[in-house]
């Protein structure tokens, strides 16, 4: 089983980041062979709706997100880890979303080439919110549920904690357990 963890955060080893390590290490205690994309050290930019890659399945932006799309692919379990950033996603992390467009035809369905690989994927989220109540990040679960729904892929499961200065979050013991029981699920088949 190979799990890749997406961080979406520029905060490395804040909340975000401890929890995605958690869910990696259960799921390397598990068996599976695991891997981590900072995306804030990476070049991504935006998705243009050239709509080229919806005939060629390639993006015409050249980036990092050619590499990230290769590790994506070949991923079973991807497991995204992102602070809420006025009631939504990060930049970083949304760039990188934008750009599964790559994945689809015109119609929304997968190209024909990603389709073996990328139907059935399981997808899992962390969010982390300053906000005490973590329902703060509900768009970003929607978002990244309802993507997984439209596609076909299957929902992992969500971690939502609450935290607002750098790495506080080792402090909730219930978060690091929950994120540690995703992991543990991610390596499982
Ligand atoms: C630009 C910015 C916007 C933020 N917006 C929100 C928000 O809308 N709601 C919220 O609950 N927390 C918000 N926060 C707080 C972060 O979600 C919180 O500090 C979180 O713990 C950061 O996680 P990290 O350590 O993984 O970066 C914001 C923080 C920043 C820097």
Redesign the pocket.
């Known amino acids: 089983m190979k799990v890749l963890g997406i961080m979406g955060?520029?905060?490395v080893r804040?909340?975000?980041?401890?929890l995605l390590s958690q869910a990696l290490a259960a799921a390397k205690e598990g068996g599976a062979k695991v891997g981590k994309i900072i995306l804030d050290r990476k070049q991504i930019s935006g998705c243009k709706d050239c709509k080229k890659c919806n005939k060629t399945g390639i993006c015409v932006i050249r980036d990092d997100m050619s590499e990230i799309k290769e590790k994506i692919l070949e991923a079973h379990v991807i497991i995204h880890?992102?602070?809420?950033?006025?009631?939504?996603m990060?930049a970083q992390m949304k760039a990188y979303l934008d750009r599964w467009c790559v994945f689809f035809d015109a119609d929304w369905n997968w190209h024909t080439i990603y389709y073996p690989q990328m139907h059935g994927k399981r997808i899992g989220l962390i969010t982390?919110?300053?906000?005490p109540?973590v329902h703060?990040?509900d768009p970003i679960v929607h978002s990244f549920k309802s993507t997984v729904e439209m596609t076909g892929m299957r929902w992992l499961g969500v971690v939502m904690a609450?935290?607002?200065?750098?790495?506080?979050?080792a402090n909730n013991e219930a978060a690091l357990r929950e994120a540690y029981e995703l992991g543990k699920k991610a390596a499982a088949p």
């Open positions: 955060s520029p905060r804040g909340n975000s980041d401890i880890s992102v602070p809420v950033y006025f009631w939504s990060t982390v919110c300053g906000d109540d703060t990040a609450s935290a607002a200065e750098k790495g506080e979050i």
